[in-house]
């Protein structure tokens, strides 16, 4: 199975919302569409999935091409970020009315029923309604929903946008098992730059309806190819150092140290991070974070320095990578 996205746009009242947008996902492989809010990842899914049309390029599925197709002709597993379950059916109702429109006999429903509940924890709630359910709880159910489909590829949403923190980290290592386990290409929205990284093969970043850049995530974080990306991608973020010569230079908290040969600067504020500390300091080229383990103990002043092969280099006009 394969998604092959090529030069895909929507334009709403003259403005273009995405353009030229193109991308593939192949067999078993999930691309995150990452990017700030507003960017078009939710609308770049919902060309895909049909339920919007697009103005311009081509979608395949499965080399078919299914741009003027409706969506139930697609073959596409979508949860969406409203949930969008039925009311007055309980859990097990819910997930087992796709099952029955395809034809799956009773005892396969059952089987596949009971092995969703489990792996999204929700075997204690099949007799629920989802008024009577949390949101977290509702987005878990939205979810196994869609992975019961026998889809062609799947589309998610948002799926962990109202789960806790705990239970995110719980369930990405069972979702990417049981989402990777499977051939279909897998492409997920998030605004979670933690969410996208843990889970996605690759990553496409989206600013104002294009896309900035596609790349694992080693690579986007280890060589950005613009200032958006590197400010993007990385908690803490980049540091911008002032321009010189035409060029904006870049260097990550976790790159500057501690040197006695290097330039004063003084500490403003610190954080704690549990296995490392985040400290903020102010120098004469600006405020710099900078990260150390956290049996460190600094004083209000001292001297700080990095390698240059850790400096990150971009054009002061365009954004755009040097090297």
């Known amino acids: ?56 390029g081509k979608i395949y599925i499965n080399g078919l091409d299914v741009t003027n197709l409706s969506p139930v002709d ?7 970020q409203s949930y969008a379950l039925f009311p007055h059916l309980d859990v097990s109702s819910n997930l087992s009315l796709g099952l029955k429109i395809r034809g799956v006999s009773l005892e396969d429903q059952t089987k596949k029923i009971t092995s969703i509940l489990s ?18 709880q509702r987005q878990r159910v939205a979810l196994a929903r869609a992975l019961l489909r026998d889809a062609h590829v799947y589309l998610l949403d948002e799926p962990m946008s109202n789960l806790d923190a705990q239970l995110r980290e719980t369930l990405r290592p069972e979702l990417r098992k049981l989402v990777l386990n499977r051939e279909q290409p897998v492409l997920y929205v998030t ?20 896309i900035e850049q596609i790349g694992t995530p080693e690579e986007l974080y280890k060589k950005p190819g613009s200032i958006f990306v590197a400010n993007f991608i990385g908690r803490p973020q980049i540091n911008m150092l002032p321009i010189s010569n035409g060029v904006i230079k870049a260097i990550r908290p976790e790159h500057i140290y501690i040197d006695n040969q290097g330039f004063p600067c003084k500490l403003v504020h610190k954080e704690w991070l549990g296995i490392n500390q985040l400290f903020f300091l102010d120098t004469a080229i600006g405020p710099i974070r900078m990260i150390c383990e956290s049996s460190v103990s600094l004083p209000q002043e001292i001297n700080i320095s990095w390698d240059e092969k850790n400096v990150h280099e971009f054009n002061a006009n365009s954004g755009k990578r040097c090297i």
């Not at 605004?191 to 294009?210: F, N, S, V």
């Open 1 to 56: 199975m394969t998604l092959n996205v090529i030069n895909m746009g929507k334009c709403i009242n003259k403005k273009w919302i995405i353009r030229d947008i193109s991308f593939d996902v192949k067999d078993g492989e999930c691309l995150a569409i990452l990017g700030p809010s507003g960017c078009g990842k939710s609308t770049t899914l919902r060309l895909i999935a049909g339920l919007d049309k697009a103005n311009q």
């Open 74 to 80: 697609r073959q596409v597993g979508m949860v969406f």
């Open 119 to 136: 792996i999204m924890q929700l075997d204690h709630l099949s007799d629920r309604l989802p008024s009577e359910l949390s949101g977290g």
């Open 191 to 210: 605004h979670d730059q933690q969410e996208a990284m843990a889970m996605a093969d690759r990553i496409a970043i989206l600013k104002d309806g294009y």
